[in-house]
Nanobody, 124 residues
Framework: QVQLVDSGGGLVQAGGSLRLSCAAS????????MGWFRQAPGKEREFVQG????????YYADSVKGRFTISRDNGKNTVYLQMNSLKPEDTAVYYC?????????????????WGQGTQVTVSS
C-alpha cells in the first residue's frame, strides 16, 4: 500500500511559477510509474504529465507542452511538477498518482494510488 501526499499548490498570478511535490511512503517508490492529473470544477480529471520508474521516459498533455516539467527523485521517494508560465486555465486541483503497470499511462483509471490533491489557482 502506497500513500501519496501532494503539496506546493497556491495562488499565483498569470505568468508565474509553482513547483508541486508528491511524497510517497509505504511502498517501493521506484517500482511505480508516476503521473500528475488535474481537475477543474465541472470538468473531468485530466492527464497532465507522467514519468516512468527510472525517470527516463515522460509524457505530457499538449496543453502544458513547454511549460510544465515532471521529474522524480527515487532516493527521496518524491515526484515533482515544475509549472512555469502559468495561465488562468491551469487553475485546478492537482493530484499525483502511482501506476504499477508496464508503462506510463495517460488514463486516470489505470492508476492504483492517489494523493489528496493540492489546489492551484492562477489569477489573470
Amino acid at each position: 500500500q502506497v500513500q501519496l501526499v501532494d503539496s506546493g499548490g497556491g495562488l499565483v498570478q498569470a505568468g508565474g511559477s509553482l513547483r508541486l511535490s508528491c511524497a510517497a511512503s509505504g511502498g517501493t517508490f521506484s517500482t511505480y510509474n508516476m503521473g500528475w492529473f488535474r481537475q477543474a470544477p465541472g470538468k473531468e480529471r485530466e492527464f497532465v504529465q507522467g514519468i516512468s520508474r527510472s525517470g527516463g521516459v515522460s509524457y505530457y498533455a499538449d496543453s502544458v507542452k513547454g511549460r510544465f516539467t515532471i521529474s522524480r527523485d527515487n532516493g527521496k521517494n518524491t515526484v515533482y511538477l515544475q509549472m512555469n508560465s502559468l495561465k488562468p486555465e491551469d487553475t485546478a486541483v492537482y493530484y499525483c498518482a502511482a501506476n504499477s503497470g508496464v508503462k506510463v499511462s495517460t488514463r486516470w483509471d489505470e492508476y492504483d494510488y492517489w494523493g489528496q490533491g493540492t489546489q492551484v489557482t492562477v489569477s489573470s
